[in-house]
């Protein structure tokens, strides 16, 4: 599987390719990981979802994501063959028509023999009728799944109960803000986060099974009777282990159809998501949990999961100093990366770029800054980058800059 790597004085940015149905971006970021969020099809709003995902991923400062698009619902999904190997982790957006038996080959493959995967929300109702996807999830919903299928798993007496009783899988009440419980809190997922935590309004998946094998419940949330619920201590935080390749399933993150979001904002929802995708991708977990986590009974929403504007993200970066957040940084090689086929837009971050350079903001900020533009950058960037030599504190990479725009630098 592909691992990006950081390179010294050299920070690779990625050519943007316009999502279409069928086709896969390919990037190189300054990142930990590689993720593909798979999407194209979903019984929810995978258009306003999966930009998401991404942006939540990318934040985390650990991910460089693409997304890999289906064709559209009924069309001719031969051409769909998404490069699973490539990436650490491969998130799952997608509920919709039969992959070929050549890409669900591919898939379990890459699982198997170690890929990460996150199901996330509605990816649990997909594929009902193939047994090893199943496997996979661990526990699904809808598509006509009954106790044929695997139990029902449950939190009760204070332990993992699996039903098999007979019944339909897949159900919820009405969207609800509900509590998060813990049950397993030494998994690097769930570590350090508060036993019990406030979730947004969201969908709340009750009544699913499946085969449950190799099923952690790392949190489960109380499907209250009264909202329409089971009426049962429900899973909304498992993993499971696949062959070699491990697994984060998330039930959370319901999406409207009108693009409404305030589940996808809970910041327990991010934070759970990106803890899951790096345990997935690496079997361990290095971030920290930051202050804004929901509490017993406090609900916590991340207004900043916009898009920073340019001028906010450089506004941040300006009294960047080593060993920050590089979140900031992030966003801001995103934003490169979307306007990397568009020359105008380019040139307009590029002037943006060059009065940053030419500011009060720290030497730190600016070496970044010209390990970003040394990639990219145009002639228009050299006088800057000349003043910039003149200064101990970033004459190595305004040097190492200037000499990649003018073809002058050999590795």
Same mark, same amino acid.
């Given at each position: 599987m592909k691992k990006i790597k950081y390179i010294i004085f #050299?920070?690779?940015?990625?050519v943007s390719v316009v999502f279409l149905p069928g086709?896969? =971006?390919?990037?190189s970021v300054d990142a930990d990981y590689s993720a593909l969020v798979v999407t194209g099809q979903n019984n929810h709003n995978w258009e306003a979802s999966a930009p998401v995902l991404k942006e939540i991923l990318e934040n985390s400062g650990l991910f460089a994501v693409d997304i890999a698009e289906s064709p559209a619902k009924g069309e001719d999904m031969s051409g769909f063959a998404p490069q699973f190997a490539e990436? /650490?982790? %491969? %998130?799952? /957006?997608? &509920?919709? /028509?039969?992959?070929?038996? &050549? =890409?669900?080959k591919a898939f379990v493959d890459y699982v198997s023999q170690g890929g990460g995967v996150v199901v996330y929300h509605a990816a649990d109702n997909s594929f009902? /009728?193939?047994k090893e996807y199943n496997q996979i999830i661990g526990l699904g919903g809808w598509g006509n799944r009954n106790e044929k299928d695997g139990p029902y798993v449950r939190w009760k007496n204070d332990r993992i109960v699996m039903d098999i009783n007979p019944g339909s899988a897949g159900s919820h009440g009405e969207q609800h803000p509900f509590r998060v419980v813990n049950r397993v809190t030494d998994h690097p997922v769930t570590k350090g986060l508060p036993t019990e935590w406030m979730h947004a309004q969201d969908e709340l998946y009750s009544e699913l099974r499946g085969p449950a094998e190799n099923l952690t419940v790392l949190s489960t949330a109380f499907a209250d009777s009264t909202k329409g619920g089971s009426g049962e201590h429900e899973p909304v935080l498992? =993993? $499971?282990?696949?062959? !070699?390749? +491990?697994?984060?399933?998330?039930v959370l993150g319901h999406i409207g159809g009108d693009g409404s979001r305030p589940a996808m904002e809970c910041v327990g929802f991010i934070v759970s998501l990106q803890r899951g995708a790096e345990w997935a991708a690496s079997g361990k977990v290095t971030q920290t949990v930051p202050d804004e986590f929901p509490r017993f009974n406090v609900l916590s929403s991340w207004d900043k999961l916009r898009s920073y504007t340019t001028d906010e993200l450089l506004e941040c970066l300006k009294n960047f100093h080593k060993g920050d957040s590089r979140v900031c940084l992030q966003d801001l $090689? #995103? =934003? $490169?990366?979307?306007?990397? #086929? &568009?020359?105008?837009e380019l040139a307009k971050l590029e002037k943006?770029?060059?009065?940053?350079?030419e500011s009060r903001a720290t030497s730190e900020a600016k070496n970044e800054i010209c390990r970003d533009i040394s990639q990219w950058g145009s002639e228009a960037s050299l006088p800057i980058l000349d003043k910039l030599m003149k200064d101990d504190d970033t004459k190595e990479m305004a040097r190492?800059? +200037?000499? +990649?725009? !003018?073809?002058?630098?050999s590795n």
């Open positions: #050299s920070l690779v940015l990625a086709c896969q =971006t390919e990037q990436y /650490d982790v %491969v %998130v799952l /957006d997608y &509920n919709g /028509d039969s992959w070929t038996e &050549n =890409t669900k009902p /009728d193939w498992m =993993t $499971i282990d696949y062959g !070699s390749g +491990r697994v984060f399933h998330t $090689i #995103s =934003t $490169i990366r979307n306007a990397a #086929s &568009n020359p105008e943006k770029m060059i009065k940053f350079l190492f800059a +200037r000499e +990649r725009i !003018s073809g002058e630098y």
